[in-house]
């Protein structure tokens, strides 16, 4: 069975600091792939990142990075340069096949992050 | 571009009520699924269908029914609702592992 684990219960930023944002994953599967979503206030659910089991390289996009350290398991998102509007929650998720193929996510139960101006 | 439309957005349920969700997605995803959220507990997957005319059960399954009507519609049924299923429900559709989600359907049941 699958699991993702966010235990952080809330972050606080400064505004244009770093944060990161952890996630751990326990999976008997060599092909899989990780997903962050952002959940703001008005609720929808906003694909930020995603990284495969298979990439050698950290997957990043514009000021979000993904630190994936395949051998502990883990999967943290980096936002650099935070700004006000990224306060929100933010869902760790795990697909269980690499390609994708009618694979089910199963999210963790996500961590709220505030900014502070 | 619509994405994955889910209907009604809010709805307010008696218990022993029934009422059914809609979502449908305009992308030509093969795959559907329905979750919901509840404070603290993340999206739990209540039931998907990996392609036309499948369904499987998810997590939280107990209490709803799922109809796959065609490629592009995946209703979610609660049959009697009950106070325990007070929650935000997503739809969400997924092809070559790129997947999109409704805005939501908030539910009370009182």
């Known amino acids: 069975a699958q699991k993702i684990t966010q235990t952080q219960p809330g972050m606080f930023v400064q505004e244009k600091e770093a944060v990161t944002l952890d996630c751990t994953y326990d999976?008997?599967?060599?092909?899989?792939?990780l997903f962050w979503y952002k959940q703001p206030s008005s609720g929808e659910m906003i694909f930020l990142i995603y990284q495969g089991s298979y990439d050698e390289q950290n997957a990043t996009e514009g000021r979000y990075s993904l630190n994936f350290q395949k051998a502990r398991k883990s999967a943290n998102l980096v936002i650099s340069a935070s700004q006000l509007g990224d306060s929100a929650m933010y869902f760790c998720a795990m697909r269980e096949s690499y390609t994708g193929a009618n694979s089910k996510l199963t999210f963790g139960k996500g961590i709220t992050l505030s900014v502070r101006p | 571009n619509a994405g994955v439309t889910q209907t009604p957005k809010f709805q307010v349920l008696k218990t022993g009520q029934s009422m059914t969700l809609q979502c449908a997605q305009d992308m030509n995803h093969n795959s559907m699924y329905w979750y919901r959220q509840d404070p603290g507990m993340g999206l739990r997957l209540i039931y998907y269908?990996?392609?036309?005319?499948?369904?499987d059960k998810g997590e939280v399954p107990n209490g709803y029914n799922v109809s796959r009507l065609n490629k592009r519609e995946f209703s979610l049924r609660l049959e009697s609702a009950a106070p325990s299923q007070t929650s935000v429900y997503f739809c969400?559709?997924?092809?070559?592992?790129?997947?999109?989600f409704g805005s939501g359907t908030r539910l009370t049941v009182v």
């Open positions: 999976t008997s599967d060599q092909s899989y792939g």
């Open positions: 269908s990996a392609s036309e005319g499948t369904t």
């Open positions: 969400a559709s997924s092809r070559q592992g790129g997947y999109t």
